[in-house]
């Protein structure tokens, strides 16, 4: 069963909580054991929470100029 958005996005926060500017390599890591195990859907799922992390760890957008 594939991961829901919520839960990617909810492991994306604890990644980033967890492991500061390090969570996109540590979940870059995760996605290597999946993919060396042929574990396809863990890969893809992986592979939406290293997104899920690029986007929240983006700075806010200051829309005052």
Do not use: C, N
């Amino acid at each position: 069963m594939a991961a829901s958005d919520l839960d990617v996005h909810r492991t994306a926060q604890l990644f980033i909580q967890l492991h500061g500017d390090e969570a996109g390599e540590r979940a870059q890591m995760m996605l290597e054991r999946m993919r060396s195990k042929g574990d396809q859907q863990g890969a893809d799922t992986w592979l939406r929470i290293i997104v899920a992390i690029g986007e929240l760890g983006e700075p806010p957008t200051d829309s005052q100029h």
